[in-house]
């Protein structure tokens, strides 16, 4: 059974940091391009952040360039997200996702299997 699980989340002021992790079982996702996704209450699904199966490529969501840092560790097949200087607009479900055969992408169809999600929560 493919599954991803996320980790990591929780409630942070305003400033801080957290560290979210994905950790992928039931079969190897090394070639495959992996995404973090969030979703806040009454909104849509968002792409935050994607990575490419070696980890030499990242694209982010404008608003989280310079802040938020995407890498992977495919011996352990696991992908991560930090999250520095956190703002209240922040504050979402966020679920990895993993792209078969897909280089970097931020199209949410693309990506075949996604985990639960994790909360994150960041107050003023």
């Known amino acids: 059974q493919v599954q991803l699980v996320e980790s990591g989340g929780g409630l942070v002021q305003a400033g801080g940091s957290l560290r979210l992790s994905c950790a992928a079982s039931g079969r190897t996702f090394s070639s495959d391009a992996m995404g973090w996704f969030r979703q806040a209450p009454g909104k849509e699904r968002e792409f935050v952040a994607t990575i490419n199966w070696s980890g030499d490529f990242t694209y982010y969501l404008d608003s989280v360039k310079g802040r938020f840092t995407i890498f992977r560790d495919n011996a352990k097949n696991t992908v991560s997200l930090l999250m520095n200087r956190l703002k209240p607009e922040d504050t979402a479900v966020y679920s990895c996702?993993?792209?078969?055969?897909?280089?970097?992408?931020?199209?949410?169809?693309?990506?075949?299997?996604w985990g639960q999600g994790t909360q994150v929560t960041v107050s003023s």
């Open positions: 996702a993993a792209a078969p055969g897909r280089s970097i992408t931020i199209k949410p169809y693309e990506y075949t299997y």
